[in-house]
Nanobody
């Protein structure tokens, strides 16, 4: 059974950093594009970043460009989201999602993804 598990969330002060991990089990991530999404209660889920199966193509929401970096280590079956210069408005539950994909495909559209983790809470507050 294909499962995604996020970790690395927590409480951090504004300007601080966190690194989220999305670990897969059941299948290798080699043939999956991965997206990171976040959701605040009462709001729609927002695409944050995504990466192609090879890692050669990435994309970011405008709100996180220059602050967040997505990467993947297929040998460890894990995708990371390094979050720097965190702001209170980054507070949300962060989810990773996977979709079978080849080549450079990647997407910030949540409807494109079939497999989802359970989420990890990120709180940015002083």
């Amino acid at each position: 059974q294909f499962q995604l598990v996020e970790s690395g969330g927590g409480l951090v002060q504004p300007g601080g950093s966190l690194r989220l991990s999305c670990a897969a089990s059941g299948y290798t991530l080699d043939y999956y594009a991965i997206g990171w999404f976040r959701q605040v209660p009462g709001k729609e889920r927002e695409g944050v970043s995504c990466i192609s199966s090879s890692g050669g193509s990435t994309n970011y929401a405008d709100s996180v460009k220059g602050r967040f970096t997505i990467s993947r280590d297929n040998a460890k079956n894990t995708v990371y989201l390094q979050m720097n210069s965190l702001k209170p408005e980054d507070t949300a539950v962060y989810y990773c999602a996977a979709e079978t994909a080849f080549g450079s495909w990647h997407s910030l559209d949540e409807d494109e993804y079939d497999y989802w983790g359970q989420g990890t809470q990120v709180t940015v507050s002083s």
